[in-house]
């Protein structure tokens, strides 16, 4: 079974940059797609960006959209998430998810979340 470790969390100031790593052991990323989400204190969880190995496309919410970015590095069978012109209202718990192939278009990868395969977390924390 596919297991997954986020890293590369930390405290940031705002307008900083971050770079979130995803780990996958027990499987190949090529037979996934990744998804990253987050959950603050208090507020839903909410979908993020997602990679999509069966398409070689990437998808990302409306808030992050032009400061994040998703990408995957075959050879070390992890998925990264580069987060840019960090916000106070991008501190949250980020988490990475493994899911079915096909499961980002059409944002289906939202509704997924619950089926796939996720990892521990890492908090990242946007303050001055």
């Known amino acids: 079974q596919l297991h997954l470790v986020e890293s590369g969390g930390g405290l940031v100031q705002p307008g900083g940059s971050r770079r979130l790593s995803c780990a996958a052991s027990?499987?190949?990323?090529?037979?996934?797609?990744i998804a990253w989400f987050r959950q603050a204190p208090g507020k839903e969880r909410e979908g993020v960006s997602c990679f999509s190995s069966s398409e070689g496309a990437t998808y990302y919410t409306d808030s992050v959209k032009g400061r994040f970015i998703i990408s995957r590095d075959i050879s070390k069978n992890t998925v990264y998430l580069q987060m840019n012109s960090l916000k106070l209202e991008d501190t949250a718990v980020y988490y990475c998810v493994a899911l079915e192939l096909s499961s980002c278009a059409f944002n289906e990868y939202l509704s997924l979340a619950d089926f796939g395969s996720w990892g521990q977390g890492t908090q990242v924390t946007v303050s001055s």
């Open positions: 027990g499987g190949t990323l090529d037979y996934y797609d």
